[in-house]
C-alpha cells in the first residue's frame, strides 16, 4: 500500500522565497495533519483538516503560514515570505478516523532549509 | 498546561535485553495513547496504541503498560535488537472537539551489539 507521500524530499532555498510543500494521504484517509519537527521543539503541530476542512490551525506560527486542502488526496503548506527560522523538517500525516483515537500515518517529510 | 512527556532523553541497552521506555502525562480525560518509532531520515512510525479503558497491551516483541492511577505509560520492547534503534514518542493524537495533537520529546534508544 502507498503510504503518505510528501514532496519535495528535500528544499533549500534563500529566505524571503515562497515555499510550497506538497502531500497525498492514504487513499481512503479522512484526517490530515501538518506537523514541523525541530530539535528545540519537537514534533509540533500545525494544522489539521478533517473531511478538507481545517479543524484546528492554531499551531500555524504566523501569517506566512497557510496550508489547503482542495480534495481528499492532496493538501499544500505554504510559507510566504520564508524565513531561516522555518528551517525544519516537515511531516505530513494522514488517519482514517475524524475522532482522534486513530493513529497516524507519517510520510517521510520534507526537509526544508532557508538560507 | 497538558503535556505529554518522557522520563529520560536517551537509553542505552545492550542486544537482547529487555528495554522500558517509560512517558509521563497531565491530562486525566486523556483516553487514548500512542506509541511511535522514528528512525533517521523518516518519518514517525506506529508501534501500539492503548485506550484507557485498557492498562496493557502487547504487541509483537512489544508491550504498553498504561497506569491512569499515576498517568504513566511505558513501552516494553523485548529481546531488543539493533534495529531497534531510534527515537520513541509517546503520543495522544488530535480530537476533534480538542484539537491538538500532542507528542512527547522522545527517548533515543540506542542498542549496542
Known amino acids: 500500500d502507498a503510504g503518505v507521500i510528501q514532496s519535495p524530499r528535500h528544499e533549500v532555498t534563500e529566505m524571503g522565497q515562497e515555499v510550497t510543500l506538497r502531500c497525498k494521504p492514504i487513499s481512503g484517509h479522512n484526517s490530515l495533519f501538518w506537523y514541523r519537527q525541530t530539535m528545540m521543539r519537537g514534533l509540533e503541530l500545525l494544522i489539521y483538516f478533517n473531511n478538507n476542512v481545517p479543524i484546528d490551525d492554531s499551531g500555524m506560527p504566523e501569517d506566512r503560514f497557510s496550508a489547503k486542502m482542495p480534495n481528499a488526496s492532496f493538501s499544500t503548506l505554504k510559507i510566504q515570505p520564508s524565513e531561516p527560522r522555518d528551517s525544519a523538517v516537515y511531516f505530513c500525516?494522514?488517519?482514517?478516523?475524524?475522532?482522534?483515537?486513530?493513529?497516524?500515518?507519517f510520510g517521510d517529510g520534507t526537509r526544508l532549509s532557508i538560507l | 498546561g497538558e503535556s505529554v512527556g518522557l522520563h529520560l532523553p536517551t537509553l542505552s541497552v545492550q542486544e537482547g535485553d529487555n528495554s522500558i521506555i517509560n512517558c509521563a502525562y497531565s491530562n486525566s480525560a486523556s483516553d487514548y495513547f500512542i506509541w511511535y518509532k522514528q528512525e533517521s531520515g523518516k518519518g514517525p512510525q506506529f508501534i501500539i496504541d492503548?485506550?484507557?479503558?485498557?492498562d496493557k497491551r502487547q504487541g509483537q516483541r512489544v508491550t504498553v503498560l498504561l497506569n491512569k492511577t499515576v498517568k504513566h505509560l511505558s513501552l516494553q520492547i523485548a529481546a531488543t535488537q539493533p534495529g531497534d534503534s531510534a527515537v520513541y514518542f509517546c503520543a495522544e493524537p488530535p480530537h476533534a472537539n480538542a484539537g491538538k495533537s500532542t507528542f512527547g520529546d522522545g527517548t533515543t534508544l540506542t542498542v549496542k551489539p
Open positions: 500525516a494522514s488517519s482514517p478516523g475524524g475522532g482522534g483515537n486513530q493513529p497516524q500515518h
Open positions: 492503548i485506550r484507557s479503558n485498557m
